[in-house]
């Protein structure tokens, strides 16, 4: 069993900048394969960017890529979603989700066994 709590969501202007953590307790968190979601009103949650056991292997959505980072510290049991340029577009709830695997990374939200209860991350233009 592994429980995520997600921090770091708040208000920002389009342009600005937050960094959202996920904290894990629980059983190993290196043996955990590591995803980002969002959800908006009215729309269905969607892949943001995932990252393997130990970091070094990521994957963004194409909506993402360039302007958000997935890092994780291990030791501290936490990844991390850097983003930076955001855009009102990227509203949402975010969630952070665990797959107990050491093998690659997942994008599909049906392969991870684990999910935090999300932040809020709201983008005012």
């Known amino acids: 069993q592994v429980q995520l709590v997600e921090s770091g969501g708040g208000l920002v202007q389009a342009g600005g900048s937050l960094r959202l953590s996920c904290a894990a307790s629980?059983?190993?968190?290196?043996?955990?394969?590591m995803g980002w979601f969002r959800q908006a009103p009215g729309k269905e949650r969607e892949f943001v960017g995932a990252i393997n056991w130990s970091g070094g292997i990521t994957y963004y959505a194409d909506s993402v890529k360039g302007r958000f980072t997935i890092s994780r510290d291990n030791a501290k049991s936490t990844v991390y979603l850097q983003m930076i340029n955001l855009k009102p577009e990227d509203t949402a709830v975010y969630y952070c989700a665990a797959k107990a695997t050491t093998s690659g990374y997942y994008v599909q939200s049906r392969e991870y066994e684990y999910w935090g209860q999300g932040t809020q991350v709201t983008v005012s233009s």
């Open positions: 629980g059983r190993t968190f290196s043996s955990y394969a």
